[in-house]
């Protein structure tokens, strides 16, 4: 890193604010945060991976296997829009957005239990509420096995990225204490 250069304050590189003005060293940083992860082991990456690849599974399976429900008018453009969105949420993912990781963690753990139900024979709707009784389709606890690893690999994400806001939050106000406590003392 040049040392003309601020360091970075993304949850991507995990760096937070530091407690002494002017550029950042690498010194600086070290004793702060871990160098950033390369590849699918930074759980942003892994998590955008997770969301898009297996999202786009479950979209394969509930085609493949009739799991869209016969009440579904336009189940297909439903999907298919479904789709676009698990491409744009994964890219920002991708770029440690974790905020969209925590938003997701709920409407896929909500998806996962509406899959668990479908395998047991019982469909449930939100809006409005209602739980029906259906075949039961052993593929929807295929759906709903990929579902679970998804709000997984997102609440990992979304915990890493809060954390890391945490502390950089933590670490900004210890230094505008300290400067305050800095500037007291000069007069």
């Given at each position: ?99 969209v990781s925590a938003i997701l ?61 945490r502390a950089r939050r933590q670490?900004?106000?210890r230094t505008v204490e300290k ?9």
């Amino acid at each position: 890193m040049s040392r003309n250069k601020p360091a970075l304050l993304t949850t991507d590189d995990r760096r937070v604010s530091r407690a002494k003005p002017g550029p950042a060293t690498d010194d600086d940083l070290s004793s702060v945060a871990p160098p950033p992860s390369s590849g699918l082991k930074d759980p942003h990456k892994a998590a955008a991976v997770a969301y898009g690849g297996l999202g786009v599974l479950v979209i394969a399976i509930t085609f493949a296997a009739g799991l869209v429900p016969a009440s579904r008018q336009s189940a297909t453009l439903e999907l298919g829009i479904g789709a676009i969105f698990i491409v744009i949420f994964a890219a920002l993912i991708y770029r440690g957005w974790w905020p969209v990781s925590a938003i997701l963690v709920f409407s896929n753990g909500w998806r996962a239990f509406t899959f668990l139900n479908d395998g047991l024979g019982r469909h449930v709707e939100l809006w409005p509420f209602s739980v029906t009784p259906i075949e039961p389709r052993p593929a929807a606890f295929l759906n709903a096995a990929l579902m679970v690893i998804i709000a997984f690999m997102l609440a990992r994400s979304a915990w890493l990225g809060f954390s890391t806001w945490r502390a950089r939050r933590q670490e900004g106000a210890r230094t505008v204490e300290k400067q305050r406590i800095d500037a007291n003392w000069r007069e």
